[in-house]
């Protein structure tokens, strides 16, 4: 009986299978001039592509030149919008070149699923009027995104305060950067917010509200050291960021030496996060395998993914000393059963000085064998050679670092790690 259940959904699967293809087969056939039109477009330098006519409801306008000369191009699979029932994220690959330097790969992303591109709209619809549908235009004066206008010098805490990860607890220290470091603009380098356009303001807050990643990477830019991938500029509601390589998950299965040298990098990013010259303690929010990506010839582990970053300013936590910020703070171990989860309270990691929660999000959902990811555990670690596993070392500091069974024992754990993995990856070299 049991064979028989089986054999019928073996059937029935092959079935569904079966028309989904055929389905997908019957679309091409009957989209065949649209699908040939769209090869041959170049829909990057369109404007309703772009979402344009959304700004200043937008990230930015600093790249519109170049994608409207055409100078960026869709690779072949991204030009079919057929296939962006599958691009959920609207993330896209794309060719970019200059006169005299060739071309390069870089990724274009819209920072949001059509639905949530489409909610941004409906939110700013209903602040402004009451309705969900709106002149975008004439609607943002009526908005807290058009409040601070020229007359209001700087961007202060009081203003944008839990708008979104980044600004869940802002210092002024931390504003100032922003808007100083600002690439929407090309008076970029004062602090000032007076000193931006009003549409330059504008956009600078929308981003801020719905998706700060573009933030992120201009105010901790790669060029000084920051693990992040390189801002390029933006066109409507379409970012540009430097194509770093493939998504860490490709190599979950690499050479053990290579994943030891992966591994190491990634606790030193913790690291760097969370204590630095700065003062800032860049908390990741949002830690899995696709949100990190490998450069192809230095190897380089980079974040790719950056809209769920909370900043803190140590400096000023020590300034107000809130209740227990001297207090080492030890993130709960979460053993649940989803992939990627991680136990966090925002209002504590911008309180206390010293917290291990980036060491904590990199062991148990990167490292560990709690780590799980598509269906696959064991972590990035997974295997170890015999004389490794025998020694029991390795084991023992993932399983503190990801689950502490003393007191503030993933502080030291991490400490330890670091180190153990740096002598296991120069061994190897």
């Given at each position: 009986?049991?064979?028989?259940?089986?054999?019928?959904?073996?059937?029935?699967?092959?079935?569904?299978?079966?028309?989904?293809?055929?389905?997908?087969?019957?679309?091409?056939?009957?989209?065949?001039?649209?699908?040939?039109?769209?090869?041959?477009?170049?829909?990057?330098?369109?404007?309703?592509?772009?979402?344009?006519?959304?700004?200043?409801?937008?990230?930015?306008?600093?790249?519109?030149?170049?994608?409207?000369?055409?100078?960026?191009?869709?690779?072949?699979?991204?030009?079919?919008?057929?296939?962006?029932?599958?691009?959920?994220?609207?993330?896209?690959?794309?060719?970019?070149?200059?006169?005299?330097?060739?071309?390069?790969?870089?990724?274009?992303?819209?920072?949001?699923?059509?639905?949530?591109?489409?909610?941004?709209?409906?939110?700013?619809?209903?602040?402004?009027?009451?309705?969900?549908?709106?002149?975008?235009?004439?609607?943002?004066?009526?908005?807290?995104?058009?409040?601070?206008?020229?007359?209001?010098?700087l961007l202060t805490p009081g203003a944008v305060e839990g708008w979104s990860d980044l600004v869940h607890c802002p210092s002024q220290r931390l504003l100032d950067r922003l808007v100083r470091r600002y690439a929407e603009t090309k008076d970029s380098g004062s602090f000032l917010l007076r000193n931006l356009?009003?549409?330059?303001?504008?956009?600078?807050?929308?981003?801020?509200?719905?998706?700060?990643?573009?933030?992120?990477?201009?105010?901790?830019?790669?060029?000084?050291?920051?693990?992040?991938?390189?801002?390029?500029?933006?066109?409507?509601?379409?970012?540009?960021?430097?194509?770093?390589?493939?998504?860490?998950?490709?190599?979950?299965?690499?050479?053990?030496?290579?994943?030891?040298?992966?591994?190491?990098?990634?606790?030193?990013?913790?690291?760097?996060?969370?204590?630095?010259?700065?003062?800032?303690?860049?908390?990741?929010?949002?830690?899995?395998?696709?949100?990190?990506?490998?450069?192809?010839?230095?190897?380089?582990?980079?974040?790719?993914?950056?809209?769920?970053?909370?900043?803190?300013?140590?400096?000023?936590?020590?300034?107000?000393?809130?209740?227990?910020?001297?207090?080492?703070?030890?993130?709960?171990?979460?053993?649940?059963?989803?992939?990627?989860?991680?136990?966090?309270?925002?209002?504590?990691?911008?309180?206390?000085?010293?917290?291990?929660?980036?060491?904590?999000?990199?062991?148990?959902?990167?490292?560990?064998?709690?780590?799980?990811?598509?269906?696959?555990?064991?972590?990035?670690?997974?295997?170890?050679?015999?004389?490794?596993?025998?020694?029991?070392?390795?084991?023992?500091?993932?399983?503190?670092?990801?689950?502490?069974?003393?007191?503030?024992?993933?502080?030291?754990?991490?400490?330890e790690l670091r180190e153990y993995l740096a002598q296991l990856s120069n061994n190897v070299r």
């Open positions: 009986m049991l064979r028989l259940v089986s054999l019928k959904l073996g059937r029935l699967y092959r079935y569904v299978k079966l028309a989904v293809l055929g389905s997908l087969a019957a679309a091409l056939v009957l989209n065949t001039h649209s699908l040939l039109a769209s090869l041959q477009r170049n829909e990057l330098s369109e404007r309703r592509f772009l979402q344009l006519n959304k700004c200043p409801a937008c990230w930015g306008t600093s790249w519109c030149r170049k994608f409207l000369n055409g100078q960026l191009r869709l690779e072949s699979w991204g030009r079919l919008r057929l296939l962006d029932f599958f691009n959920v994220k609207n993330v896209y690959f794309a060719r970019y070149g200059e006169p005299r330097e060739g071309s390069r790969r870089v990724v274009l992303k819209r920072l949001g699923s059509a639905q949530e591109l489409a909610d941004i709209d409906t939110k700013i619809c209903r602040r402004a009027t009451g309705r969900g549908r709106c002149d975008l235009l004439q609607a943002l004066p009526a908005t807290e995104f058009a409040s601070l206008n020229g007359d209001v010098r356009k009003d549409s330059e303001r504008m956009q600078l807050l929308i981003t801020l509200a719905f998706n700060p990643e573009p933030l992120v990477l201009q105010s901790f830019p790669s060029d000084e050291g920051w693990p992040f991938a390189k801002y390029l500029g933006a066109c409507g509601r379409m970012v540009a960021v430097n194509y770093v390589g493939e998504e860490l998950w490709s190599y979950f299965n690499a050479p053990w030496e290579k994943r030891v040298d992966l591994a190491w990098q990634l606790m030193e990013i913790a690291e760097q996060l969370t204590n630095n010259d700065f003062e800032f303690a860049l908390y990741l929010l949002d830690v899995s395998f696709d949100n990190f990506a490998v450069g192809p010839r230095d190897g380089k582990v980079i974040i790719v993914d950056a809209e769920n970053v909370l900043v803190a300013d140590k400096r000023l936590i020590r300034q107000n000393k809130p209740e227990n910020w001297d207090v080492w703070y030890e993130s709960k171990f979460d053993d649940c059963d989803k992939e990627a989860c991680l136990s966090f309270s925002k209002e504590i990691l911008c309180a206390r000085v010293t917290v291990d929660h980036n060491y904590y999000a990199v062991c148990q959902n990167l490292l560990s064998r709690h780590a799980t990811w598509r269906g696959t555990s064991g972590g990035l670690l997974h295997d170890p050679p015999a004389e490794i596993a025998k020694e029991g070392r390795l084991e023992a500091l993932l399983d503190e670092c990801a689950n502490p069974k003393k007191r503030y024992g993933r502080f030291q754990a991490a400490k």
